[in-house]
């Protein structure tokens, strides 16, 4: 393999003057940089990272701890991730802290301890050690998808986070479901302590109150983000004496555990039952019927998680900010309407109530 003093050799400058160019460490006259460039181009040379690192005390890497990394959305969130760290010039480092608190503080101690220039992080529903932890070691890091009530210093809140909307679209589904005449409208919600979960709580309760009908406590369950725990609530709603007409489960996996549950009692979609969910994914059209759901910009989240996370680094005194993105709300037949060419929106805001609706 080519080495460093090989292509000084080559480029007719010194061992330092090709550090400087490669490391941007100094500023090189420009023909000498291509001198340099064009060595290191011919003989083939690839960079030491480590020995770059020592040299610069930059690593170019960025850990993502996300949980459920074979969930549809997390993979898409991560290959937006990936997508913009490789754009800018950044290798990752991927942990999965199984939305355990003990184990998300271990994986961040593990990738802090392999010098990571910065975290993005899902955080859990229980995120105190981890919040010690960042500010501890002052790890630059952006929250993803999960919101963090944070503790406030002088300086106001220490991380930055990003995150799709919730409220207003999960307000979406139940006034279109209202809307179509559903008055028993049931909630398949997710874990608890998430924020997504209470977000699309209140989005549904909005929903509710927007549309007129009462909200009957019997008609929220915990599906606990997972298809089990959805199956398993969902057969709990089938039982009630009054069962409802009309679901929305709170994520895909939980929409497989509820569409499982259906199928265990021999009801159909949307004709014993209407079905709306959050999070699109790529197979929710080849469903009989296919899928009413809000997509989530899950790339799109990824890829600017970085772009917080670089801002970050180059001002890291800058205030933190949290960033949300629109969803899109992708109408088709489970729902109950006829189906037809799919239709992808914006999620209109229904006239949803701004004060002492409860949360």
Sequence with gaps: MATMADVARSAGVSV????????????????TRRAVLDAVEELGYTPNTLARSLVTSRTRSIGLAVSAIS?????????????????????????????????????????????????????????????????????????????????????????????????????RLVTHLSGLGHRRIALVAGR??????????????????????????????????????????TTALLSLGSRPTALVTANNAMTIGALRALRAHGL???????????????????FTPRLTAIAQPSRDLGARAVRVLLDRLAEPDRPARTERLPCAFVHRASCGCPDGPERTEQPKSPDLPTEGTPS
């Design 16 to 31: 330092a003057t090709v550090s400087h160019v490669l490391n941007d460490t100094r500023p090189v006259l420009p023909h």
């Design 71 to 171: 969930n549809p959305y997390f993979t898409e969130i991560l290959q937006g991730v990936e997508a913009a760290a490789l754009e800018h010039g950044y290798s990752l480092l991927i942990a999965d802290p199984h939305d355990d608190p003990a184990h998300e503080r271990k994986v961040v101690q593990l990738l802090h301890e392999r010098r990571v220039e910065g975290m993005i992080v899902a955080p859990s529903a229980q995120p105190r050690a981890l919040l010690a932890y960042l500010g501890r070691h002052r790890v630059p890091a952006v929250f993803l998808d999960r919101l963090v009530d944070m503790p406030e210093d002088d300086a106001g809140p220490r991380f930055d986070q990003v995150c799709a909307e919730s409220t207003e679209p999960t307000a």
């Design 192 to 233: 608890p302590g998430l924020s997504t979960t209470a977000e699309r709580i209140t989005g549904y309760r909005h929903g509710l109150a927007a549309s007129g009908l009462p909200y009957d406590e019997r008609l929220l369950v915990h599906g606990h983000s997972e298809s089990a725990g959805a199956e398993r609530a």
């Design 268 to 286: 159909s979609v949307p004709g014993d039952i209407a079905l709306c969910c959050f999070d699109d994914f790529a197979w929710a059209d080849l």
